[in-house]
C-alpha cells in the first residue's frame, strides 16, 4: 500500500497569484512525479525527479517548477496562476532501479483540483 | 518510441455483464512492464496490476483478470459480473526507462 499525500485537495484562486501544490511520501522513493490532468483525459508528465537534487522537465511543457531538496518532498510552483492553469495535478512516485524481480510502479496520491478564476 | 492505444473511450453495460477493456502497446524494449490503473470519479489513480515482458501467464484476482498476448501486444482486462462500484476510468501503461507511457483510458459506466 502506498503513502503518497498531496495538499491541498481542492483550491480555487484568483489570476496572478502564487501557489505551492504540496506532494509528500513515507516509502523512501528515490522516483517522483507530477502529472497535469484535466478532466476526463489522459495524463500528461510536466516534472519528474530521480533523487534530492534532481528535476527534469517531462513530456509535456508546463509554466511551473518543482523542487526536490529532500526524498521524502516534492513540491509543485506556479509563481502566477492563469485560468489556463485550471486542471487536476496528480503527483506519483516510485522505487528505483531495474533489479531483477524489481519494478518501476507508480504509486499516486489523491490528486489537486486546482480552479485558476 | 513508446506508444499504448486503448481504442475504446467509452463502454458502458448493466450490471453483471461481463466487460473486456483492450490495450494494445509499442515498444522495442525487450525487457517492459505493463500496468493497469483504475481512476474512480474521486479522481485518484488506483494501482490495480503489473506484469513483466517475461511473464505471459494470464491472472485473475477476484472478478478481475488479465490477458497478456505478446504475438500481439495486448493487455487486456476482463472484468466478470461488473458492479456499479466497477464505474470508473481505466488506463493501461507501458515501462520505460524511468517513465511510464500511458493511454488515454477508458471510460466505463456499469448501469444498475
Known amino acids: 500500500e502506498a503513502d503518497i499525500y498531496q495538499t491541498p485537495r481542492y483550491l480555487v484562486i484568483g489570476t496572478g497569484k502564487k501557489i505551492t501544490l504540496e506532494c509528500s511520501q513515507t516509502?523512501?522513493?528515490?522516483?517522483m512525479y507530477w502529472y497535469q490532468q484535466d478532466p476526463g483525459m489522459e495524463l500528461h508528465l510536466i516534472h519528474y525527479s530521480y533523487g534530492v537534487n534532481s528535476t527534469e522537465k517531462g513530456d509535456l511543457s508546463s509554466e511551473s517548477t518543482v523542487s526536490r531538496i529532500r526524498t521524502e518532498h516534492f513540491p509543485l510552483t506556479l509563481e502566477s496562476a492563469r485560468p489556463s492553469h485550471t486542471s487536476q495535478y496528480l503527483c506519483?512516485?516510485?522505487?528505483?532501479?531495474?533489479?531483477?524481480?524489481?519494478?518501476?510502479?507508480?504509486?499516486f496520491g489523491p490528486g489537486t483540483r486546482l480552479t485558476v478564476l | 518510441a513508446q506508444k499504448v492505444t486503448q481504442a475504446q473511450t467509452e463502454i458502458s453495460v448493466v450490471e453483471k455483464e461481463d466487460v473486456t477493456l483492450d490495450c494494445v502497446y509499442e515498444?522495442?524494449?525487450?525487457?517492459?512492464?505493463l500496468f493497469w490503473y483504475k481512476q474512480p470519479p474521486s479522481g485518484e489513480l488506483v494501482f490495480l496490476i503489473r506484469?513483466?515482458?517475461?511473464?505471459?501467464q494470464n491472472e485473475i484476482s477476484g472478478r478481475y483478470s488479465w490477458n497478456f498476448q505478446k504475438s500481439t501486444s495486448s493487455f487486456n482486462f476482463t472484468i466478470t459480473a461488473s458492479q456499479v462500484v466497477d464505474s470508473a476510468v481505466y488506463f493501461c501503461a507501458l515501462s520505460g526507462y524511468l517513465k511510464l507511457t500511458f493511454g488515454k483510458g477508458i471510460t466505463l459506466s456499469v448501469r444498475p
Open positions: 506484469r513483466n515482458s517475461f511473464d505471459e
Open positions: 506519483a512516485s516510485s522505487r528505483s532501479g531495474w533489479v531483477a524481480g524489481n519494478t518501476d510502479t507508480q504509486y
Open positions: 516509502m523512501g522513493h528515490d522516483k
Open positions: 515498444t522495442r524494449d525487450t525487457t517492459y512492464y
